[in-house]
């Protein structure tokens, strides 16, 4: 996907994806879905867990339940990540490559490109793409998401290489 190529021109096409979702409170309770790659991809989910950043968007590490390396989480539900998920099938739908699908898009943020959903929901799913492993990111809490993007990027620089995730 040509789109993939633009960093710098996605952010403000980022800003107006990110629109003001219903408010959720950050409690003890977050959980995520623990995914269940192959031995590579896990190894390189392992990795990334050890590299992740202390804080995301200003809101501290807080992991959901199960505790799992294949899984993150900073400010209780507001962010979440999860390492290793299978490819979304927007990814390959030709809709979202052409620029016609008004809930997703591909961008790039500091190096790694992204698919980016509105979920009917309310939340984004920001998943990973031209890497070695998905990694997805769930925002639920209305913020704009570029500073989330943006505070993980380093480590999925460091921990997923760029290719074509199996």
Same mark, same amino acid.
């Given at each position: 996907?040509?789109?993939?190529?633009?960093?710098?021109?996605?952010?403000?096409?980022?800003?107006?994806?990110?629109?003001?979702?219903?408010?959720?409170?950050?409690?003890?309770?977050?959980?995520?879905?623990?995914?269940?790659?192959?031995?590579?991809?896990?190894?390189?989910?392992?990795?990334?867990?050890?590299?992740?950043?202390?804080? +995301?968007?200003?809101?501290?590490?807080? #992991?959901?339940?199960?505790?799992?390396?294949?899984? *993150?989480?900073?400010?209780? %539900? !507001? @962010?979440?990540?999860?390492?290793?998920?299978?490819?979304?099938?927007?990814?390959?739908?030709?809709?979202?490559?052409?620029?016609?699908?008004?809930?997703?898009?591909?961008?790039?943020?500091?190096?790694?490109?992204?698919?980016?959903?509105?979920?009917?929901?309310?939340?984004?799913?920001?998943?990973?793409?031209?890497?070695?492993?998905?990694?997805? +990111?769930?925002?639920?809490?209305?913020? #704009?998401?570029?500073?989330?993007?943006?505070?993980? *990027?380093?480590?999925?620089? %460091? !921990? @997923?290489?760029?290719?074509?995730?199996?």
């Amino acid at each position: 996907m040509s789109s993939f190529r633009h960093r710098h021109a996605v952010l403000p096409a980022l800003a107006l994806l990110i629109t003001a979702a219903g408010c959720s409170s950050a409690d003890d309770s977050a959980s995520a879905a623990v995914p269940s790659p192959d031995a590579k991809v896990t190894k390189l989910c392992r990795n990334l867990d050890e590299v992740l950043p202390a804080k +995301v968007d200003g809101e501290n590490r807080d #992991d959901p339940e199960p505790a799992s390396a294949l899984t *993150a989480g900073w400010g209780g %539900e !507001a @962010i979440i990540l999860r390492c290793g998920v299978g490819q979304p099938p927007k990814m390959v739908d030709p809709k979202v490559a052409n620029g016609n699908d008004p809930k997703a898009m591909a961008g790039g943020v500091d190096g790694v490109d992204w698919l980016m959903e509105q979920r009917d929901d309310g939340t984004h799913r920001f998943t990973t793409a031209s890497r070695e492993a998905y990694v997805e +990111v769930r925002v639920t809490d209305g913020r #704009d998401s570029t500073g989330v993007l943006v505070d993980l *990027a380093p480590a999925v620089k %460091e !921990a @997923i290489p760029e290719g074509i995730a199996s």
